[in-house]
């Protein structure tokens, strides 16, 4: 599509995403306030339909947005919430303009500001693009991660072949109008697990009657601490332990927690089974009583890592020089924390993040976005679309 006339078009668009936006924003979607979130789905619905897009209801609450045109090009999926973490009786409830082109509210970067991104971007495509095939997924509960979605993007019954996450586009230093926002190549994935270790409580003077767990529980500490592989970017930590009574006791149970970070969904699942091994493994035992130490856990969370692959590089090249060419200042940047995208990334389609809403203090009362640069990235979002449709075949 011609730069120029894409331009003069995101200008005359304006109005409309703006008013969007505000009308988004002043609706509380907080993740529990679940009818609330729903009239955010029924306005977006709303708008979709107006726009002729087609609208799906995923698994009830959550939605698909799609818009095709019969061709060859390879299926992209825009990737984004509804929801939000500010709680509809705080205080922080409505869209406010700061003057100089910022806006505050809640949620207005994570993640609506991304939202009517997406829109105008796909509306963008049928405007000026010859060939394309884009759906946006809309989460109804994204910022508890998903858990009623979950399963449908690790399916990915769409069949897509690319995804892209609307996450904010990070500044890198202060919002100002002119600061690199970051766009998100890879996001290691998180997995937490909560355990016991049990013993016998004795008299520390009696210690032929008891089995420490404080010792059981070190000797684990050490074994984790171990599967640390900085060349695989694998790092685990035993980050909180607590057991015992006092000094002159065998202490009977001791608790820790453990988490661990990956790059690989590969590693992810064999540091997850390293943990877990090493945790159940007994180590200490007591031949008077014939007693080992013994243990429990919890798995208490595991999210897929969005992996760098050729695939998704390809993306991150045609940002890189899509912006180029508009003069925008973004920088490819790797995160740790989870998005979506890492669960689109592990159902095995390509994701970058992070191509959203220009936005300082995501998830506080001062969460702020920058609204000029918000309209310029709906042309680099929309070019990056459009690129990828047709570069894209080769790879997809
Ligand atoms: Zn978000």
Not at 3 to 20: F, N
Not at 101 to 126: C, E, Q, S, T, Y
Not at 200 to 211: D, N
Not at 272 to 291: G, K
């Amino acid at each position: 599509m011609e730069r120029s006339a894409l331009k003069l078009w995101v200008e005359s668009q304006k109005p409309a995403v703006e008013s969007l936006l505000r009308d988004l924003v002043e609706i509380n979607t907080y993740t529990a306030n679940e009818s609330g979130v729903d009239q955010g789905m029924a306005l977006l619905d709303q708008a979709a339909s107006e726009a002729g897009f087609i609208v799906e209801r995923i698994h009830a609450r959550h939605r698909l947005i799609s818009l095709r045109k019969r061709g060859a090009a390879p299926r992209i999926l825009l990737i984004s919430h509804m929801d939000t973490v500010f709680p509809p009786d705080g205080d922080f409830l409505h869209y406010m303009a700061l003057g100089d082109g910022f806006v505050r509210g809640p949620g207005v970067g994570d993640i609506k500001g991304g939202l009517v991104m997406g829109l105008w971007a796909m509306a963008a495509l049928r405007e000026f693009a010859s060939d394309y095939d884009v759906q946006m997924i809309v989460s109804a509960d994204e910022e508890i991660g998903s858990p009623t979605i979950r399963d449908w993007y690790l399916a990915n019954p769409t069949h897509a072949d690319f995804g892209i996450g609307l996450e904010p586009g990070f500044p890198q230093g202060v919002l100002t109008p002119t600061v690199p926002l970051g766009v998100v190549y890879q996001r290691r994935g998180y997995g937490a697990i909560n355990f016991t270790v049990n013993g016998k409580s004795a008299h520390s003077g009696t210690p032929h009657l008891g089995l420490s767990a404080t010792e059981a529980m070190a000797h684990r500490i050490i074994r984790l601490h171990a599967l640390n592989n900085p060349e695989r970017s694998i790092s685990v930590n035993v980050g909180m332990v607590r057991g015992g009574i006092s000094a002159n006791t065998i202490a009977g149970t001791v608790e820790a927690a453990v988490s661990f970070r990956f790059e690989r969904l590969s590693d992810g699942e064999m540091t997850r089974n390293a943990v877990i091994e090493a945790v159940l493994d007994s180590c200490v035992y007591n031949p008077q009583l014939d007693l080992w130490d013994s243990a429990t856990y919890t798995l208490d969370s595991f999210i897929p890592p969005m992996e760098r692959t050729e695939r998704s590089q390809l993306m991150i090249d045609i940002v890189l020089e899509q912006a180029a060419l508009l003069g925008h200042n973004v920088i490819p940047i790797a995160r740790g924390g989870g998005s979506d995208a890492n669960y689109i990334s592990a159902s095995g389609t390509p994701a970058i993040c992070g191509m959203g809403a220009p936005t300082a203090d995501i998830h506080t009362p001062n969460e702020t976005i920058y609204l000029p640069m918000l309209h310029e990235r709906i042309e680099l979002l929309a070019l990056t679309l459009e690129t990828l449709s047709k570069r894209g075949l080769q790879a997809s």
